[in-house]
């Protein structure tokens, strides 16, 4: 059966411009509008009939998208899928939990199974795949992460970009002259997961606007390769120290928060006497990360409001009895709203003032 990205292939556009052209959110060329039909009509593609009998069903079950590969644990995942958990309580919702690492085809299984009634999605990328499925199958979902189409579905997110930039600015007002960023995997970044990108991207601007020198390397799960790694970067400078040895590290990724002091200390470092950490996206409540400077997470806010979008997309589309086929990606595009919360650099146990080296 053919899929919406067999009609943009066949028609040579985007998926989202397929569903521009069913749901009307956005103007389209009558030429593009052409193309598209004449991709329909030869593929033979419909919306899926069982989306939307899909549509008039009520689970009361919300689906939580967190990809993941077996065996490997992350400090965020856990509390997110609490928070979203007692989120959907509260709105009287039980939670269902897919973990497949295929993102796409893992959501159009939730969708089609008729288990949820909407579903929350983490892990997301700039261009996320899971969103032409949504616009496909007119079902019901949210986003805990800030596409670069922020029009496409509802969202809610720190705004990473700005914690990064925030975190220059204060440490180079503090004396810092030289920083590493120690950003999320190269996997990460080559997926072009959102929060990696975003982050990169704060330090970037943060370094520009305060004549800062920003290293961005990036994080690995492994402490004892992390120790390596800042060996090299702060103690072993290839340019025999002509640059001065950085004296910051800005930590985001977050399987690094935990271990970060057990790494450095395996690096020969001290912190504040040798180096000032300050840690991006820190999770509530961590003890561990409590000594640091540090822009939390603010898991509750966020997984609250997501849940509640998601919900309120579901409730919308279920209200529509008028049989409209192209009512469901209509009503989604209406529902769209998003969460972007500015970051707050909390203060730690020890200073931002730049040690002597």
Avoid at 128 to 143: G, K, M, Q, Y
Avoid at 290 to 317: C, N, Q
């Amino acid at each position: 059966m053919p899929t919406i990205r067999d009609v943009a292939q066949h028609a040579g556009v985007a998926p989202s411009t397929v569903s521009y052209v069913f749901n009307g959110s956005r103007p389209i060329s009558e030429e593009t509008r052409r193309r598209v039909q004449e991709a329909v009509d030869a593929l033979g593609y419909h919306p899926r009939a069982s989306a939307r009998t899909l549509r008039s069903s009520r689970t009361q079950v919300i689906a939580l998208a967190l990809p993941r590969p077996a065996g490997r644990s992350d400090a965020v995942d856990g509390p997110f899928a609490i928070a979203v958990s007692d989120a959907a309580v509260r709105l009287g919702y039980d939670l269902l939990l897919t973990t497949s690492q295929d993102k796409a085809e893992g959501l159009r299984r939730v969708a089609l199974s008729g288990l949820a009634d909407a579903a929350v999605l983490m892990a997301v990328d700039m261009e996320d795949a899971r969103i032409d499925v949504v616009r496909e199958l007119a079902f019901p979902a949210a986003l805990i992460g800030r596409p670069a189409d922020e029009d496409a579905l509802p969202w809610t997110d720190l705004d990473w970009e700005e914690a990064a930039a925030l975190a220059v600015r204060e440490l180079a007002a503090a004396g810092h002259r030289e920083m590493v960023y120690l950003a999320p995997t190269e996997e990460e970044v080559a997926g072009r997961r959102s929060y990696a990108l975003r982050g990169i991207a704060g330090a970037t601007r943060g370094a520009r606007g305060t004549g800062a020198t920003v290293t961005v390397a990036h994080a690995v799960d492994d402490p004892a390769e992390v120790a390596r790694r800042l060996r090299g970067l702060l103690v072993e400078r290839a340019d025999g120290g002509a640059r001065g040895r950085p004296t910051a590290l800005i930590v985001q990724h977050p399987s690094a928060h935990h271990h970060i002091l057990t790494s450095m200390t395996d690096a020969g470092l001290r912190t504040p006497e040798d180096l000032t950490v300050v840690v991006i996206g820190a999770v509530p409540g961590d003890l561990s990360g409590r000594r640091l400077p540090r822009v939390e997470l603010p898991v509750e806010t966020l997984a609250g409001e997501v849940t509640r979008l998601a919900v309120t997309a579901a409730t919308a589309l279920r209200e529509n009895t008028a049989g409209d086929a192209e009512a469901g990606p209509r009503l989604l595009a209406e529902t769209v709203g998003h969460l972007l919360i500015a970051p707050t650099l909390l203060p730690g146990d020890t200073p931002l003032t730049a040690p002597r080296v």
